[in-house]
């Protein structure tokens, strides 16, 4: 029987979500989408001590901005879903709710003789840790070791029921077995053998606090939840062997999912994980949106550096996936269409934080000029700049090709809008002379008296043509109008920032310019 395909991303609310992990989540999304399956989100918060406040919440809007949306977990209104209905029938999806779940299945797996108890305290482990590291070794607890520590395989049944009654310090490990190869298939590194004589006895569940640890939680909610493929980052390779070891202890081969371990986002320069720290030195953002932590640090989003959603995650699936083809531009429905494991590489990819603007300034030329001037109008209301919307529209329609982001329309066109207030220096030492002054201030009359149609062509080659006419220094005069109209000497065209201001706002600020920097 072929099972409807269910896949999950699983994160930890540690911290606000890298945008390795917003890759993860979207390869989850795109494979479940093409196959008309549910991704699900789940939330792993059984280590309390890593556990950080808004993160929980900061992975949903992270999605939700991303249109990364599940099918199960996550409820109408953005809340984690506790109670099981219809829609959502694995609730709760936050593993610290589903704590009296877990407990049975580590018992069970002590029963069938695949775990044990272990009673070594946390000093009589450090004993054991550094006597090994006098003795220039590591400690391991592992199928040799076990046999020399306080466990229920060393302990009589009496004392260990005794210790288990009496005691809550107490752990269920699994008993790993001693040199045996594990066989594993994985969709993107192909087949893997680790022998299991070099892998530790893992802790499955703490009796302090009553919770499982991550790898027991994660197996029997993937085995619950009836996840098809599990599709995570490559850190969790490490892990797999003991992960396969567990489906077997429990039974579960059967239905046991796939997986498929993503590679490494890298670094731009230099080799290693993308962190924080490069973002920081480079100047880009590693996480989708805004982070403050509980301490009070910032942290730079995508969002708010004022990326689109869509070129974010354009960007994202290419970090990894090659579609095989020349195409760059996906949109999320092109991507479910086209994504696929079997492409995806087995190294690392390195971010390129220019291609990542690249991306936005693709797509914000695609947008169109009605849609981006509803963007810039809201800039423009935050700087209390009154324009109409037919301005506003034409004016994004003009300079929307030299934009990065929406944010840029105003540095690129902010003299569209308001009078210059002060000159550039240099650039008024160098435009800013006698005989162009003079040539400009009769192109200024001429403009005045302009009566052709109000369109840039029109006026502009009948500016050209007059200072042609006249055997002016065409740049010359037109770098003297614009100090004039702008404040500096780059800039657009002058047809075309006159077409916006009108003609009366030419000449009152060619005036001023005349009073400020008489010559
Ligand atoms: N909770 C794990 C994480 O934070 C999930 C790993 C997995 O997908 O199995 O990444």
């Given at each position: 029987m072929t099972r409807k395909t269910r896949v999950r991303f699983a994160?930890?609310?540690?911290?606000?979500?890298?945008?390795?992990?917003?890759?993860?989540?979207?390869y989850n999304y795109l494979y479940a989408k093409q196959r008309g399956g549910d991704f699900i989100?789940r939330?792993?918060?059984?280590?309390?001590?890593?556990?950080?406040?808004?993160?929980?919440?900061?992975?949903?809007?992270?999605?939700?901005?991303?249109?990364?949306?599940p099918d199960e977990g996550?409820?109408?209104?953005?809340?984690?879903?506790?109670?099981?209905?219809a829609r959502h029938p694995h609730?709760?999806?936050?593993?610290?709710?589903?704590?009296?779940?877990?407990?049975?299945?580590?018992?069970?797996?002590?029963?069938?003789?695949?775990?044990?108890?272990?009673?070594?305290?946390?000093?009589?482990?450090?004993?054991?840790?550094?006597?090994?590291?006098?003795?220039?070794?590591?400690?391991?607890?592992?199928?040799?070791?076990?046999?020399?520590?306080?466990?229920?395989?060393?302990?009589?049944?009496?004392?260990?029921?005794?210790?288990?009654?009496?005691?809550?310090?107490?752990?269920?490990?699994?008993?790993?077995?001693?040199?045996?190869?594990?066989?594993?298939d994985d969709m993107?590194?192909?087949?893997?053998?680790?022998?299991?004589?070099?892998?530790?006895?893992?802790?499955?569940?703490?009796?302090?606090?009553?919770?499982?640890?991550?790898?027991?939680?994660n197996i029997v909610d993937d085995h619950l939840m009836e996840i098809t493929e599990v599709i995570r980052?490559?850190?969790?390779?490490?892990?797999?062997?003991?992960h396969f070891?567990?489906y077997k202890?429990f039974g579960w081969t059967e239905t046991q999912p796939r997986f498929a371990?993503?590679?490494?986002?890298?670094?731009?320069?230099?080799?290693?994980?993308?962190?924080?720290?490069?973002?920081?030195?480079?100047?880009?953002?590693?996480?989708?949106?805004?982070?403050?932590?509980?301490?009070?640090?910032?942290?730079?989003?995508?969002?708010?550096?004022?990326?689109?959603?869509?070129?974010?995650?354009?960007?994202?699936?290419?970090?990894?996936?090659?579609?095989?083809?020349?195409?760059?531009?996906?949109?999320?429905?092109?991507?479910?269409?086209?994504?696929s494991i079997?492409?995806?590489?087995?190294?690392?990819?390195?971010?390129?934080?220019?291609?990542?603007?690249?991306?936005?300034?693709?797509?914000?030329?695609?947008?169109?000029?009605?849609?981006?001037?509803?963007?810039?109008?809201?800039?423009?209301?935050?700087?209390?700049?009154?324009?109409?919307?037919?301005?506003?529209?034409?004016?994004?329609?003009?300079?929307?090709?030299?934009?990065?982001?929406?944010?840029?329309?105003?540095?690129?066109?902010?003299?569209?809008?308001?009078?210059?207030?002060?000159?550039?220096?240099?650039?008024?030492?160098?435009?800013?002379?006698?005989?162009?002054?003079?040539?400009?201030?009769?192109?200024?009359?001429?403009?005045?008296?302009?009566?052709?149609?109000?369109?840039?062509?029109?006026?502009?080659?009948?500016?050209?043509?007059?200072?042609?006419?006249?055997?002016?220094?065409?740049?010359?005069?037109?770098?003297?109008?614009?100090?004039?109209?702008?404040?500096?000497?780059?800039?657009?065209?002058?047809?075309?920032?006159?077409?916006?201001?009108?003609?009366?706002?030419?000449?009152?600020?060619?005036?001023?310019?005349?009073?400020?920097?008489?010559?």
């Amino acid at each position: 029987m072929t099972r409807k395909t269910r896949v999950r991303f699983a994160p930890s609310p540690t911290g606000p979500l890298h945008i390795g992990g917003v890759r993860t989540a979207l390869y989850n999304y795109l494979y479940a989408k093409q196959r008309g399956g549910d991704f699900i989100l789940r939330i792993e918060d059984t280590d309390s001590h890593r556990f950080v406040p808004g993160a929980e919440e900061y992975i949903i809007e992270s999605l939700r901005w991303c249109g990364i949306i599940p099918d199960e977990g996550v409820d109408e209104n953005g809340k984690i879903v506790s109670e099981p209905c219809a829609r959502h029938p694995h609730a709760p999806y936050r593993q610290s709710e589903r704590r009296p779940i877990y407990r049975k299945y580590a018992e069970q797996l002590v029963e069938s003789g695949n775990a044990y108890y272990a009673f070594d305290t946390a000093a009589e482990l450090e004993a054991a840790r550094s006597a090994a590291e006098s003795a220039g070794q590591t400690f391991i607890y592992n199928y040799e070791s076990r046999k020399h520590l306080r466990n229920s395989l060393t302990l009589s049944k009496e004392e260990t029921e005794r210790l288990l009654r009496e005691t809550t310090t107490w752990t269920i490990r699994f008993k790993m077995p001693e040199d045996t190869v594990v066989e594993m298939d994985d969709m993107v590194r192909g087949h893997i053998s680790v022998n299991s004589s070099t892998l530790d006895d893992k802790v499955l569940w703490k009796r302090a606090d009553e919770l499982p640890t991550y790898h027991l939680a994660n197996i029997v909610d993937d085995h619950l939840m009836e996840i098809t493929e599990v599709i995570r980052g490559e850190e969790w390779l490490p892990s797999l062997p003991l992960h396969f070891l567990l489906y077997k202890a429990f039974g579960w081969t059967e239905t046991q999912p796939r997986f498929a371990h993503l590679p490494l986002l890298l670094k731009p320069v230099g080799n290693g994980k993308l962190s924080k720290r490069d973002g920081d030195k480079l100047g880009f953002p590693v996480f989708p949106l805004k982070w403050v932590s509980p301490e009070g640090e910032v942290s730079r989003g995508y969002r708010e550096d004022g990326y689109f959603p869509e070129a974010f995650i354009n960007m994202l699936a290419l970090l990894g996936w090659n579609p095989g083809t020349e195409q760059e531009i996906f949109s999320l429905a092109e991507l479910v269409k086209e994504f696929s494991i079997a492409k995806v590489s087995k190294s690392g990819a390195k971010f390129n934080p220019d291609k990542t603007k690249w991306f936005n300034k693709e797509y914000l030329r695609m947008k169109s000029d009605e849609e981006l001037a509803a963007l810039f109008e809201k800039d423009l209301a935050g700087r209390d700049v009154v324009a109409s919307h037919e301005k506003v529209v034409g004016i994004v329609h003009l300079i929307k090709e030299r934009a990065t982001f929406v944010s840029d329309f105003w540095d690129i066109a902010w003299y569209l809008f308001k009078a210059p207030e002060s000159y550039a220096e240099k650039d008024a030492a160098k435009f800013w002379k006698i005989e162009n002054v003079e040539a400009a201030s009769k192109v200024v009359e001429r403009i005045l008296s302009y009566e052709g149609a109000w369109v840039k062509e029109d006026l502009e080659k009948d500016i050209e043509e007059f200072i042609r006419a006249n055997q002016w220094p065409m740049g010359k005069v037109m770098n003297c109008l614009r100090l004039a109209l702008t404040g500096c000497g780059s800039g657009l065209g002058i047809a075309d920032i006159v077409i916006f201001t009108g003609k009366e706002e030419l000449g009152r600020r060619f005036a001023k310019a005349k009073e400020t920097l008489n010559l």
